[in-house]
């Protein structure tokens, strides 16, 4: 509960629109009981009249109408208001949480699965945007509507009224209290099994050419199935839970109902009420435990709000992995020097041992080795990604744990094996490498990245849209798309992780052979599996067993 209210800031930016769909609501509800209260009067007082002449049919069958046409239009209102502030609090959810998430990535978390991020991201964010709409309004409702109706009994019908509200009272508080320490728990289970199906559909998505080729399909299809079933167990279990309070919240109203009747007949007997008006009272207490039965339903996903709140809350609190300093300092200029460095994701067995590398200004190096010697991790380290575990990394003399991360990143750009290519233009890719570019610059990071011909063949040209992952372009384009938002970039110093992955030996032999142009003048780190084409770099070292030797160059 303490999780589900920490997001009332949020809430309370739309207040206004809340506690209009609240009033709405309210309307709503309140002209049906009228309506049912009105229209058992005027039946039974139309047919218990002996002087239909001097009966008005015109005022109530008016007042019916009226009520009928307020009832439509006030839930045509309330949905459309609902909704619309549903809609806006999504919105300010996502914002909330990306912005919170961005400056913790990496996630420290190493047991956060994929299929669990996404889950939070989006079933328990939906979840928590939509608990105004199915739980805090109703609830809300229910209680203006049944002390209205208590109230109305105190007044027309006073011995009614007490085992009226008694009733309603269980109706709004005793039924919803199991429900809610009954629903926490199965709440819990309800997200935490659909969290654990959406891990197994994503792993197998995922892995779906690996089971295939060893046969895996069966045993995948055995632990979804599993899964499937949990959730499908734990679905049930909210279901019998909330139809066991529904059906108590009917039999108060069962219980209400007859409690009124009861008081109504004596007080008929004593001429103190009408029959039409007795009617009418029968109709208008059926009518107001809708909101009852809205109530139950509300409270049965009150536990699964509370649930995703404390999973949201959860991820958007972790620590950052990496933090800036309380007092940074500037970035100077200079050169970029690794100094004894060690790391390593299990300290047992460091992947970086005491390595050591100075790297000049303009100066442009290739680092080689085995798949999984650390030069991807090098390569996080100088972006600071992670801080080593012992030895230092400095750029012109100053280690990068004393400056701020927006000035080191805005120092180095990175382009890395996995760079996407983002749904959108080619002017939204090229942006994001840097914002306030012009055309003229756009124009000139495509051409050094020789790519320019092919977009300029484009009927939209820079706003020619390149579909979802880059779909419309091929491997090789794709690569120098990437390229070019990296050129683009006003980086003293560029990193490449495997640029030419993906690409075939006369692809990748191009495309490094242009990098030593089109990076002119920079500092450039390549770490690949790639023959290195003569003049690309000045340098080659090797990484092996934690530490860096060079390389002897050939030709030229």
């Given amino acids: 509960m303490t999780a589900l209210l920490s997001f009332w800031p949020l809430f309370r930016q739309h207040i206004g629109r809340m506690g209009l769909a609240l009033l709405l609501a309210v309307l709503t509800l309140a002209a049906g009981v009228a309506l049912l209260w009105v229209s058992g009067w005027f039946l039974t007082a139309a047919a218990l009249t002996t002087a239909a002449a001097s009966f008005n049919l015109f005022g109530p069958s008016s007042l019916i109408r009226g009520l009928s046409l307020v009832r439509i239009l006030s839930r045509y209102g309330e949905r459309l208001v609902g909704h619309d502030v549903t809609l806006r609090l999504l919105s300010a959810l996502r914002g ?193 435990f809708e909101a009852t039965a809205m109530l139950v339903r509300s409270v049965a996903k009150f536990g699964a709000a509370v649930t995703s709140a404390e999973r949201v809350r959860a991820i958007a609190q972790m620590a950052p992995a990496i933090s800036d300093p309380h007092r940074p300092v500037m970035l100077p200029n200079g050169a970029l020097s690794v100094n004894q460095v060690t790391f390593g994701f299990d300290p047992a067995r460091p992947v970086l041992c005491d390595l050591s590398l100075t790297i000049s200004a303009g100066e442009r190096v290739a680092i080689i080795g085995e798949s999984g010697s650390g030069k991807s991790t090098l390569l996080a380290l100088l972006l600071r990604l992670h801080d080593p575990q012992a030895g230092s990394i400095a750029m012109g003399g100053t280690d990068i744990r004393t400056v701020r991360q927006a000035d080191l990143h805005a120092r180095i750009a990175l382009l890395s094996q996995s760079a996407p290519v983002f749904l959108g233009s080619v002017r939204d890719n090229l942006s994001i490498g840097r914002a306030e570019a012009n055309d003229a610059e756009l124009w000139a990071a495509l051409e050094a990245a020789r790519i320019a011909d092919f977009v300029r063949s484009l009927p939209e040209g820079l706003d020619a849209f390149v579909g979802e992952a880059g779909r419309t372009l091929s491997v090789g384009q794709a690569r120098r798309l990437c390229l070019a938002r990296v050129l683009l970039s006003p980086a003293d110093i560029l990193v490449f992780d495997e640029p030419t992955t993906g690409l075939d030996r006369a692809m990748e032999t191009d495309f490094l052979a242009d990098l030593a142009a089109a990076t002119q003048g920079r500092s450039v780190i390549l770490a690949t599996h790639a023959e290195i084409p003569e003049g690309a770099v000045d340098r080659v070292l090797a990484l092996a067993d934690g530490r860096l030797m060079p390389v002897e160059l050939t030709g030229g």
């Avoid at 508080?173 to 959406?198: C, D, K, N, Q, Y």
């Avoid at 499908?232 to 108590?248: N, V």
Wanted: glycine share 10%; hydrophobic share 60%.
């Fill in 96 to 288: 909330w949480l990306f912005a919170r998430l961005f400056p913790r990535v990496p996630l420290p978390s190493r047991d956060l699965r994929h299929g669990d991020l996404v889950s939070r991201l989006t079933a328990d964010v939906d979840t928590l945007d939509t608990v105004f709409l199915t739980a805090l309004g109703p609830i809300l409702t229910a209680l203006l509507i049944g002390t209205g109706m208590t109230v109305g009994l105190f007044v027309l019908l006073p011995a009614a009224a007490p085992l009226y509200a008694m009733a309603m009272i269980l109706a709004l508080a005793g039924v919803p209290t199991v429900l809610i320490l009954f629903s926490h728990r199965l709440g819990a289970e309800l997200v935490e099994a659909s969290a654990a199906l959406r891990i197994a559909m994503l792993d197998r998505i995922d892995g779906h050419a690996d089971l295939v080729a060893f046969g895996g399909l069966a045993a995948a299809g055995q632990e979804f199935d599993k899964a499937a079933k949990r959730l499908a167990r734990a679905r049930r279990r909210s279901a019998r839970a909330g139809l066991l309070a529904a059906a108590s919240v009917q039999a108060l109203a069962g219980i209400a109902l007859v409690g009124v009747l009861w008081c109504g007949i004596e007080a008929l007997r004593q001429a103190e009420i009408g029959g039409p008006l007795l009617v009418g009272l029968l109709l208008a207490v059926l009518a107001s």
